[in-house]
């Protein structure tokens, strides 16, 4: 039986790799796969409306929806929000990537041996490659990725641009009412785990993610950022997302008391009983202290 999958693609100013990525993505049809791609754009002032064009003309898979500069994070919300609910499987995709052709077939296949009537989280290894010609592997631990806990305190998750999940997690992620959130990936992350889902993970790479000094995210890495990181200057949106993990209505019991103290953090008492948790097994006792430092003063 064909399965149907939909690339979910925010755009941004891409013009100079989106071609290749929208390649990539449509060479992941196979016999049994079906791919469409609904695209928005986040406000572009380049040539990407034009590439995107092109492409329509040769493609009646793909669909555009054009709106304004709202970042990354609410772009993606607002193509979950847009997108139909009739799909099995869908996959986030960032324009400057490159698929490997079976990503999405190897995917599908991943989570189809698990249980279709649960939440189904699926993610792979990137490849990572900068500008200057370094590569570099990374792989999120699965048992990190399966932990609510240390996905609350740190939000580290796997990259956005690797997942694919179910219809299950995608209709429960459409119910979640309007919100700010810190970061799509680390949400879906957060949202599967705490309605009782699952994280699938594949150690090998199936994305090429590119580091260039034109993304908006992941190419953070100069003294300054890491300063302002550091000292926790940038404004955050966590505790508002945590709000909207919290208002999920499959959300598990257990899950829910241990969110309800992050939700009201005027309260001294919330705040301190939060401060003084035990730290979640797969996080480092680094990151446990910066998420005190952050519960202390305002900044998560």
């Known amino acids: 039986m064909c399965k149907t999958v939909l690339v979910l693609l925010s755009t941004y100013n891409g013009e100079k790799y989106l071609a290749e990525q929208l390649d990539t993505i449509l060479n992941q049809t196979k016999k049994n796969i079906l791919v469409s791609i609904l695209i928005r754009d986040d406000g572009s002032k380049d040539d990407t409306l034009n590439i995107i064009e092109k492409y329509k003309k040769n493609y009646d898979c793909i669909e555009l929806v054009e709106g304004d500069n709202v970042g990354p994070a609410q772009s993606y919300r607002k193509l979950i929000q847009l997108a139909r609910d009739d799909f099995d499987y869908y996959a986030f995709a960032d324009q400057d990537d490159i698929w490997l052709e079976d990503k999405i077939s190897i995917a599908s296949g991943d989570m189809e041996c698990a249980d279709s009537g ?12 900068y500008s200057d010609g370094r590569s570099a592997y990374f792989h999120c631990d699965v048992e990190r990725a399966n932990d609510f806990r240390s996905i609350i305190e740190t939000f580290a998750t796997t990259n956005g641009c690797s997942m694919v999940f179910n219809n299950a997690l995608f209709k429960i992620l459409k119910a979640i009412p309007d919100g700010v959130i810190d970061m799509h990936d680390s949400w879906i992350n957060a949202v599967c ?22 993304q908006v995210l992941g190419n953070k890495s ?9 000292l926790m200057l940038c404004e955050r949106k966590r505790s508002k ?6 208002d999920c209505k499959c959300i598990e019991r257990d899950k829910k008391k241990y969110l309800e103290p992050m939700l009201y953090y005027n309260d001294w008492r919330n705040k301190l009983a939060v401060i003084f948790r035990k730290k ?17 003063l305002n900044r998560y």
């Not at 649960?118 to 490659?129: C, D, H, N």
């Not at 006792?285 to 005190?292: D, G, P, S």
């Open 222 to 230: 100069t003294s300054l950022n890491s300063l302002k990181r550091s």
């Open 193 to 214: 785990i705490a309605c009782g889902g699952m994280v699938i993970s594949n150690k090998k790479a199936y994305v090429i993610y590119r580091m260039h000094d034109g």
């Open 280 to 296: 979640p097994g797969y996080i480092s006792n680094k990151e446990h202290l910066k998420f005190k430092l952050q519960v202390l």
């Open 118 to 129: 649960i939440p189904i989280l699926w993610y792979s290894a990137v490849l990572k490659k």
């Open 241 to 246: 997302t945590v709000k909207l993990i919290y």
